[in-house]
């Protein structure tokens, strides 16, 4: 059995009515924790999802002083060792959470990326096919919880106090490469079932954070943080 997390935006309620439909019926899943600023009407909903309500106003990267590293914690207080950390603008099929499930990996995922320190991109940059990739991206992706108090030990040494609850990119960049460090493994299998995109915002904040050009060169930093860690 796994267990699903994700954080709700406001906006978002028809989303969270498709997402709840559909894994309301997963035999695989027994467990939805949301996290959202929104008041639902819990009554009637199946009894495996549970809520975690945010004090607003809600404003992107803010919830308010909640980043995305808050996933990890989040994802630790589920009661299965394998959570699905997804966004709230994607639904997965069942078949996809059971393949992900059976690769007993330590991370997996629908999102991947390859990136040689000055290209990103979504196949790799030397052409060779492959069934494995270094950067696993969280918009849909199943961890095994056990390596999360690594992950967020090492976080907290890469990301001050200051910046800690202000991180707003590159989480899942930083969890790839700190369970890679911890398990040893450089790369790590993925899935390319097909998944359902729901809608979403245009939030000017979000693309400003999330250039190509500063992912390489937050990629490069956490590369350059763990190559210098001698443990």
Known sequence: MISVSFFLHPSRSDNF???????????IVDEVLVITGTEFETKGLHTKFKFVLMPGPYTYGKWPKLGLLARYTFALS???KYVF?????FLYKEETMKKMLSLSTPITGCHYRWCDGKRYAKK???????KTAPLILT?????????????????????????YQEVFNGEDI????????????????YVKDKFISLPTHN??????HNSIEDRIRLRNQIYQFFENINE
Do not use: H
Request: glycine fraction near 6%; charged fraction near 25%; hydrophobic fraction near 30%.
């Open 17 to 27: 009515n498709r997402i709840y439909e559909a894994y309301k019926d997963y035999d």
């Open 174 to 189: 930083f969890m790839s490469r700190a369970i890679s460090k911890i398990s040893g493994l450089d790369e790590f299998p």
């Open 85 to 89: 950390m997804q966004d709230d603008d």
């Open 124 to 130: 790799p940059l030397n052409g060779v096919k492959t």
């Open 139 to 163: 918009g849909g992706t199943l961890v095994n919880t056990e390596y999360l108090p690594g992950v967020i030990s090492y976080a907290k040494r890469f990301w001050s106090e200051e910046e």
């Open 203 to 208: 939030n000017q904040l979000y693309l400003n």
């Open 78 to 80: 589920c009661k299965n």
